[in-house]
């Protein structure tokens, strides 16, 4: 299992990762994207993560994680930070699990980013040929008032 693509999946970046000789500890810094709904992804991920961390099976495998933001400052001294994500004992089940935990939450979710009207064309806001309806931002209505005073104030 590639643990990077499978984080990418919810636009999570691995930073920097340690695995100092001599112990089981695996350290990931993370950076996470800010977007709403990546970041309730990673939510999830970790809630999920962390249950199945409690469970019989992580026992048993012997691994354990501990997740927090690891702070700096900088050169600009701009205070950041990265999440940081400790899998110690088993590494290698921690990771796995990790993975899961993430596509797990990725299949209970969809995004969508349009969905057509049946029968409906695809519509156009031009106001200049008088397609002006459905919901505007303020700068087209005002735009469409100010055409509309221009033109007779009717």
């Known amino acids: 299992m590639d643990l990077v693509a499978i984080l990418k999946k919810i636009d999570v970046t691995v930073v920097r990762h340690e695995n100092p000789a001599g112990q089981n500890t695996l350290r990931l810094f993370l950076r996470i994207n800010r977007d709403k709904i990546r970041f309730a992804q990673w939510r999830g991920v970790i809630e999920e993560y962390l249950l199945d961390a409690k469970t019989k099976a992580a026992k048993t495998n012997g691994w354990n994680v501990d997740i927090s933001q690891a702070y700096y400052v900088t050169d600009e001294e701009v205070v950041r930070y990265l999440w940081r ?5 088993n590494i290698r089940a921690g990771a796995e699990a990790l993975g899961q935990a993430v596509l797990r939450v990725v299949s209970q979710s ?3 980013t349009e969905f057509p009207l049946v029968g409906r064309k695809k519509y156009a806001f ?3 040929n008088g397609k002006m309806k459905g919901a505007h931002d303020l700068k087209s209505a005002q735009s469409i008032v100010a055409t509309g005073l ?5």
């Open 85 to 89: 994500v400790v899998i110690s004992g």
């Open 110 to 112: 969809a995004d969508v």
């Open 126 to 128: 031009d106001p200049a």
């Open 150 to 154: 221009q033109g007779g104030g009717q």
